[in-house]
């Protein structure tokens, strides 16, 4: 025999199987991130997914939880698309970026329906800013900014002030025993793109003034620049007098110098949000 209590308590079981499948997708993506070995993008997705949920828990309340049958379905097919394509389809960097936002989509769908988009905008946007493929970027924003190039000046101004013979060509350093190229991968564009990334993340989580919306991503963007250009005047140094070292902290332990800025900018977004 049904009673008044049917409802609420159909209601707690149906969120409670979201919340499990919404915990498999999250779990499946980062399991994919990690074996395709995407570092950066697993890092991220735990930051940005993190975020999300912190942002839906202070406005559950709030939240509009009715879709019909057609946009339940849609959903429905949304969601299976995720677990089809990690089963079946080939790990492709791009598709396993953009599965989150796919299943954000689904999830919101089965939810709260096309009407139900809105109240969502702000966590479907960071699962689309997560989806942007950084590395394809690389050159393109390179070649428009000419970061190597700056860098290279950069890197050879902190050489000659402390009192190295260096003169500069282009995207070359040039000390008297060896010349270094500052290529594109090795300039920390990847970083300042990664780094604009939680710029966002930052602004979308936390209220500010439009002061702060310009001054976030560019003292994310000038911390780079200057680790990085400290960074390249040492590889520099240690490619013309200790290539062993050069070759050991240019390859994958120099994780260091991406965590520098991060911890950096971790401090100063620290700083704003306290200083509100």
């Not at 697993?42 to 309340?61: D, P, W, Y």
């Not at 190295?164 to 000390?175: A, E, K, N, P, W």
């Not at 950096?264 to 200083?275: A, K, M, P, V, Y």
């Amino acid at each position: 025999m049904r009673t008044f209590l049917a409802p609420v308590q159909n209601f707690h079981i149906a969120k409670f199987w979201l919340l499990i499948l919404a915990g498999g997708l999250i779990a499946l993506h980062l399991h994919s991130s990690w074996k395709a070995k995407l570092t950066n993008l697993f890092v991220t997705s735990v930051l940005f997914i993190g975020a999300i949920i912190f942002k839906l828990k202070q406005k559950r309340i709030t939240l509009n939880l009715e879709s019909n049958l057609l946009y339940k379905i849609l959903g429905a097919l949304l969601i299976a698309f995720v677990f089809f394509s990690q089963a079946f389809l080939p790990n492709y960097d791009f598709l396993i970026r953009l599965l989150p936002f796919i299943s954000g989509l689904g999830l919101t769908l089965l939810t709260s329906g096309i009407k139900g988009l809105k109240q969502y905008w702000q966590e479907l946007m960071l699962l689309l800013v997560l989806a942007v493929p950084l590395e394809l970027l690389i050159v393109p924003v390179n070649h428009i900014f000419h970061i190597t190039k700056l860098l290279a000046k950069i890197s050879t101004f902190i050489l000659w002030y402390v009192g190295f013979q260096v003169t500069r060509q282009g995207d070359l350093i040039i000390l008297p025993e060896k010349a270094t190229w500052v290529g594109p991968n090795c300039s920390g564009v990847l970083t300042m793109l990664w780094m604009l990334q939680l710029a966002i993340l930052f602004l979308t989580t936390y209220p500010t003034n439009w002061k702060k919306k310009i001054l976030v991503p560019a003292v994310a963007i000038l911390i780079v620049i200057g680790v990085n250009g400290i960074r390249i005047a040492i590889m520099a140094v240690l490619a013309a007098y200790n290539y062993p070292a050069f070759e050991y902290w240019h390859s994958d332990n120099a994780q260091i110098f991406s965590t520098i800025p991060l911890m950096i900018f971790w401090w100063f977004c620290q700083s704003l949000r306290q200083n509100r």
